[in-house]
């Protein structure tokens, strides 16, 4: 797969420009809060850089990547709903992709699922958390047709995009689910975890949602990833206020720990790492060292290797974690 495969270039810098034209309108950068590392929760860090007027620092402990200061989670919510990006994003970014990325994303995702758990077929209560367009759950459905699959999503357009595909819909926000919408057996989080403005009461929400031995399937942005660390500020999923939390392998573990999980799967199997680099390199003239334009030149095999390299060795920046929940949290 390709970077090309499931994004435009051309749409996407649009899409980023007009994210930087809404914060500059939608945010008052003196209510911004300092937090502790949404990972381990110290308080040592060291400052990184600013991208867009949001400050980026690295834990000294568990090495987490995160914006700090960083808005409450009013001014996100004032954001998602407001913002001209979102609805941009939306409607010019993502559903030109979309069947490209169902392809590509979300029937391989379904497909590599339903194998990995099979007992999850009959009987299982599954929540898909901000599951927006409703692809996954799509294609799951597809796979395991008698299986009980929600789609937990607080946005107005993606419920009803949702319910017009026929599926179970929680309309609202994970975090508010009653008792009675959670006892759930399995828990997936896609590309969500960076978003959150504190991933620690997510995931005691998610402890509190399962059942004692349910799973939870995350996947994120690892702030140790290889065009991560090349690309830095520089990197287009550095982009705030979407992105505030890069953990990383070591930070995920202590993380879940903290929270009543305990994890049975960690693995990074990115495919877009060098490919983002390259693109970055020759179409946006992002001057990485003498190094990486030799990479440049190399044959596809040697690329493909490189990748397969970065991927089997956690350096990936897409980490792919499978927690049990091994103890209940007190609220």
């Known amino acids: ?10 749409v996407l810098n649009k899409y980023l420009d007009m994210v930087k034209q809404d914060v500059e309108k939608l945010f008052d950068r003196n209510k911004f809060q300092f937090v502790e590392c949404p990972a381990c929760g110290a308080s040592d860090y060291a400052n990184e850089f600013t991208k867009s007027g949001f400050n980026y620092v690295t834990c000294n402990c568990c090495k987490t990547l995160y914006a700090n200061p960083r808005p409450t989670q009013e001014q996100l919510d004032l954001f998602y709903s407001k913002s001209d990006s979102n609805r941009f994003w939306a409607e010019e970014f993502f559903m030109p992709f979309a069947e490209a990325r169902r392809q590509k994303i979300f029937a391989p995702r379904a497909k590599e699922i339903a194998e990995e758990f099979p007992h999850l077929k009959r009987g299982g209560k599954l929540g898909d958390i901000g599951a927006g367009f409703g692809l996954f759950l799509e294609e799951l459905g597809k796979i395991w047709p008698e299986a009980d699959l929600c789609a937990i ?4 357009d993606m419920v009803k995009i949702c319910q017009e595909k026929g599926l179970h819909v929680i309309p609202k926000m994970f975090e508010d689910l009653d008792e009675q919408d959670s006892d759930f057996d399995f828990l997936f989080s896609f590309e969500l975890f960076e978003h959150l403005n504190n991933p620690k009461i997510f995931l005691e929400k998610a402890n509190r949602s399962l059942k004692l031995g349910g799973g939870l399937l995350i996947t994120t942005l690892n702030g140790k990833g290889f ?5 830095w500020e520089k990197h287009k999923n550095v982009n705030p206020p979407h992105h505030l939390n890069f953990a990383n392998p070591d930070s995920m573990k202590i993380l879940l720990e903290r929270c009543g999980f305990e994890i049975e799967s960690l693995t990074t199997p990115g495919k877009l790492d060098w490919d983002i ?10 001057e990485l060292g003498r190094w990486w334009n030799t990479v440049c030149e190399a044959d596809d095999d040697a690329k493909r290797d490189l990748q397969k390299w970065i991927a089997e ?4 920046s897409h980490i792919r974690v499978i927690a049990k929940k091994v103890r209940n949290i007190g609220k």
Do not use: A, G, H
Not at 153 to 156: K, T, W
Not at 313 to 316: A, D, E, G, I, Q
């Open 1 to 10: 797969m390709k970077e090309s495969d499931i994004r435009n270039q051309e």
């Open 153 to 156: 999503e607080p946005s107005v």
């Open 227 to 231: 065009d991560i660390q090349l690309l």
């Open 277 to 286: 680099v390259e693109n970055m390199i020759k179409t946006e003239s992002i």
């Open 313 to 316: 060795n956690k350096y990936s």
